[in-house]
């Protein structure tokens, strides 16, 4: 309704004929680089009175007037050649890009911190909405000063693992600043935490589990983890196979040996055969007086 009422005079202007510049009014029109058109048309009736204000509200480009008025000349040239002073506002519109810094100035009694910020300090909030204004405030006080609440997302991830949950810990100590092992009266078990937001949790000898609130920090960092675990997962049953197969090469090297050692006594009996020396997996056999 707010929003009805706001808009409940707008009447769409085909052509300046049409318009009867009377008393305050808004007006927006295209392009909006003001080369030609509508635009163009009330500009050049509006700007040399200080009254009338200009708001370029996207992407200004280069070579047009908008790109003219913005560094704020004190004449502009009209379209039928004539120059004419230059007295109304300008105002851009904004469009940070993501993680691009923003400074703002205002007064407000709402809480920007846990304690009054210094000049220069860096703080960090909600940027609430709410008609035409912007507020920014702790998320604590979002509930008194406008109607949203605040709700926290917590995740949880069990997946299978078999390896050793110490080699998880010594693995990400190696990559990552902050890993604390936990005391078994807090966690119920052996867990550790990861930069104060993940918990690793020790279930069973086949699975592990993964607790955080979810935030972008956190679920950055879970990402990250879980992608390790994964990796780890995938290199133990490699090491399984390399036990299995040096185990294997031993057992068919007894068994080559037993074949000789049999061959020997049948071709020169049993008291000319006797072995010399063994090393590791190799030995050495001597038969009778040689």
Request: glycine share 6%.
């Amino acid at each position: 309704m707010a929003v009805y009422q706001t808009y409940i005079n707008t009447s769409a202007l085909k052509c300046i004929e049409n318009f009867n510049d009377v008393g305050p009014s808004v007006v927006m029109a295209s392009p909006s680089g003001l080369q030609s058109g509508l635009s163009r048309q009330l500009f050049e009736i509006w700007c040399s009175d200080k009254k009338n204000a200009c708001v370029i509200p996207g992407n200004v480009v280069e070579g047009t007037l908008t790109k003219t008025i913005i560094n704020e000349p004190k004449e502009v040239t009209l379209m039928n050649g004539i120059t004419a002073s230059l007295n109304m506002h300008n105002t851009k519109i904004i469009s940070p890009k993501n993680c691009q810094s923003v400074e703002m100035y205002f007064n407000s009694e709402k809480r920007l911190a846990e304690k009054t910020p210094e000049v220069g300090e860096t703080v960090s909030g909600l940027l609430v909405k709410k008609t035409f204004t912007y507020q920014i405030m702790v998320p604590d006080d979002l509930h008194v000063f406008s109607q949203l609440s605040t709700e926290n997302i917590s995740q949880r991830i069990t997946f299978a693992y078999t390896g050793a949950f110490g080699v998880l810990e010594h693995r990400l100590k190696q990559i990552l600043e902050s890993v604390e092992s936990l005391p078994d009266e807090e966690s119920e078990g052996p867990a550790f935490r990861v930069h104060e937001r993940l918990t690793m949790k020790y279930e069973s000898e086949k699975h592990i589990s993964l607790h955080w609130r979810s935030d972008p920090i956190s679920d950055m960092v879970s990402d990250f983890v879980v992608a390790l675990v994964l990796n780890i997962s995938r290199e133990i049953p490699k090491v399984v196979v390399k036990s299995e197969e040096a185990t294997k090469t031993k057992e068919n090297s007894k068994k080559a040996e037993k074949v000789v050692h049999a061959l020997l006594v049948s071709l020169l009996g049993d008291g000319e055969v006797w072995r010399e020396w063994e090393t590791g997996d190799k030995c050495r056999w001597k038969c009778g007086a040689s």
